[in-house]
């Protein structure tokens, strides 16, 4: 991985801005690489490491990613709370879906997908992720391979997805 950026003001407010290079990104589940590059603004607290991402505009092979949100701490509690909101308008199902599914994605064509994601920290007592994390990837996997869809507790919601061919899909909230 490479970044190069640039940051100014005060501890407890430095404001970012950069570029990240990742050339294999890949998620353990899969173990797919991709490239994956950032061109980020955001604000850091450099008095409690909460940061606030203005504007993160990504390339995940060819899909374009625009990402905001937050990881902040939560008083009392350990770890960073993760409140993400995600928009392409011209994603490469190939691209999001191989990224999770071992073997590569079934399926191919554009997508467009708005999606937010609520991660909360880690349990106390847990190596981590939450409970809710790892029934979430359990989730995601099984959505991938068209198995029975197990509960999952974190906030995630996929909507506005629409796959090639200008057929909607159905919206989701797990």
Do not use: W
């Not at 709370?81 to 999770?100: F, N």
């Not at 349990?123 to 509960?151: H, Q």
């Amino acid at each position: 991985m490479s970044s190069l950026g640039k940051y100014s003001g005060t501890l407890d407010q430095i404001d970012v801005e950069g570029d990240t290079e990742m050339p294999d990104f890949a998620l353990s589940i899969a173990g797919n690489p991709l490239p994956l590059t950032t061109h980020y603004i955001a604000m850091v607290d450099g008095t409690d490491g909460n940061t606030y991402l203005k504007s993160v505009e990504a390339r995940l092979g060819n899909s374009p990613i625009s990402v905001n949100g937050e990881i902040v701490g939560i008083p009392g509690v350990k770890g960073k709370h993760i409140v993400l909101d995600a928009t392409s308008r011209d994603a490469r199902t190939e691209d999001l879906i191989g990224l999770a599914v071992k073997g590569g994605a079934p399926l191919k064509g554009s997508i467009t997908l708005h999606t937010k994601i609520d991660l909360p920290p880690p349990t106390p007592g847990t190596s981590g992720m939450s409970p809710s994390v790892c029934r979430c990837k359990a989730n995601l996997a099984s959505r991938a391979r068209a198995s029975p869809i197990p509960t999952c507790r974190a906030n995630l919601t996929l909507s506005a997805v629409r796959a090639k061919g200008n057929r909607k899909m159905k919206t989701f909230k797990t």
